[in-house]
């Protein structure tokens, strides 16, 4: 066990010194997982920014805010950072969650077209959430998708820090650690199909 987590820590950080010497050398790879947050909200936040005055849309701080809180969890999803406490420890659960699904499938195949195997069930998680309206206005089978999906309290645990309102705070933090730690015994397995196939 010993000898497996030395290999499983010396393989992380050869991965994660080759990602920030990659992310220093060729910013290419960096922009994307900037860009597409920064877009979304200032598209989704301009432009669907009328939906604050919904019946039932009761957020004080208003609809900027209610959308940062899913675009900061986008960007921990693919590796961003954040300004409240709060939110960067559920930030950092999420990234340490989406790293470890996507070490898991790194491991399994081996090879760079696996890229959207490791995103699109993170982009499903983020867009099967109350992303641009509160649980409470959807409703059919998205609502029921959004009650069973934990980025749903991701989403409204965040919400309430920037509200000065916490909700579901336990609930979410419980989520992303329990999350973080099934993920954890995915990215182990895999590490040892790697090391059994001579990865």
């Known amino acids: 066990m010993t000898g497996g987590f030395r290999s499983y820590r010396s393989v992380a950080l050869g991965v994660g010194w080759r990602t920030a010497h990659n992310a ?17 909200f200032v598209a989704f936040a301009g432009g669907l920014s ?22 900061m969890l986008q960007s921990a999803a693919f590796g961003g950072v954040f300004t409240v406490f709060g939110l960067y420890a559920l930030a950092a659960l999420v990234n340490t969650a989406t790293v470890l699904w996507a070490a898991g499938i790194a491991m399994r195949f081996r090879t760079i077209q696996a890229g959207p195997a490791m995103q699109m069930p993170v982009f499903l998680a983020l867009f099967f959430a109350p992303v641009y309206v509160p649980l409470a206005l959807l409703s059919g089978w998205i609502h029921t998708i959004a009650q069973g999906n934990p980025v749903t309290y991701f989403l409204e645990s965040g919400r309430g820090f920037i509200s000065a309102d916490p909700v579901h705070v336990g609930l979410a933090f419980s989520l992303a650690v329990l999350i973080a730690a099934g993920f954890s015994l995915w990215a182990f397995r895999g590490l040892r199909k790697a090391e059994a196939a001579g990865g």
Request: proline share 13%.
């Open 50 to 71: 009328q939906l604050s005055h919904l019946p039932g849309f009761n957020f004080a701080p208003g609809y900027t805010a209610f959308q940062f809180v899913f675009v």
């Open 24 to 40: 220093l050398t060729t910013p290419n790879l960096v922009i994307p997982s900037l860009a597409f947050p920064l877009f979304f």
